[in-house]
């Protein structure tokens, strides 16, 4: 436990991650498995990715990108997402995600699993002051999931065990990535915006080579990582 800022972040030893999600096996298969019944295929990084089309709605990448930052709260069209994250910039694990805590917002398509969590999850935690983030502590070492409440009190969940942050390419581009050591599932970042110090990350989660759902990640510079 380290207490820093007002604010009391907990930290779970290693063993912690590797028992949680070999108990919560099931529910995490069951996780994966629903990628496969998207009603899109939302296969993106597949052969002949390059020539898919991203036209989606038609809107500006500008357009796209203020209503991702100013949290609009409407469904964005999966197409319109893949063509805005091809448009911007890669990022590094080592330079831009380690050493640092994130706090995590998703982004609907009212077509995805991590939909599916916003509904049923999320939005009934945020009532109680409950929100979600992520927590990368050294290449090898991170939290795919961090709760916190009133941004006061920060635990880890291993629901779905450790994760490890290296660049790996999707959509012919290397950037960012976090792997999970126990599940087939990586989550590929580019940066959004860096404007005025606040740093923000477009992430796409994926079981296999399915897009499971989109989010975005904002640096949380107050609150320790490690």
């Known amino acids: 436990m380290r207490i820093a800022n007002n604010r009391v972040v907990l930290y779970f030893p290693p063993v912690a991650y590797d028992l949680v999600q070999l108990a919560m096996f099931p529910l995490n298969y069951a996780i994966g ?21 991203v036209s989606g709605t038609g809107k500006s990448v500008d357009a796209l990108k203020q209503e991702l930052l100013g949290g609009a709260d409407i469904a964005f069209h ?20 380690i050493g640092h805590t994130w706090k995590g917002r998703i982004v609907r398509t009212n077509r995805s699993v991590l939909d599916l969590a916003e509904w049923a999850i999320v939005r009934p935690l945020t009532k109680l002051g409950l929100a979600w983030g992520k927590r990368y502590r050294t290449a090898d070492k991170g939290d795919p999931l961090l709760f916190s409440w009133k941004d006061r009190f920060f635990s880890p969940v291993p629901l779905w065990g450790n994760v490890g942050m290296t660049d790996i390419r999707w959509r012919g581009e290397t950037t960012a990535t976090m792997n999970y050591d126990h599940q087939p599932w990586k989550d590929y970042f580019k940066l959004l915006s860096d404007d005025n110090g606040r740093v923000v990350l477009l992430g796409v989660w994926t079981h296999k080579h399915i897009a499971g759902g989109w989010f975005t990640l904002t640096l949380d510079a107050g609150t320790p990582t490690d």
Do not use: I, M
């Not at 629903?34 to 993106?44: A, E, F, I, R, T």
């Not at 197409?79 to 831009?96: G, T, W």
């Open 33 to 53: 498995g629903l990628c496969y019944l998207q009603p899109d295929k939302s296969v993106w990084n597949g052969h002949g990715f390059d020539t898919q089309d």
């Open 78 to 97: 999966e197409q319109d997402l893949v063509r805005l994250y091809d448009a911007l910039p890669a990022v590094s694990a080592r330079d831009d995600l």
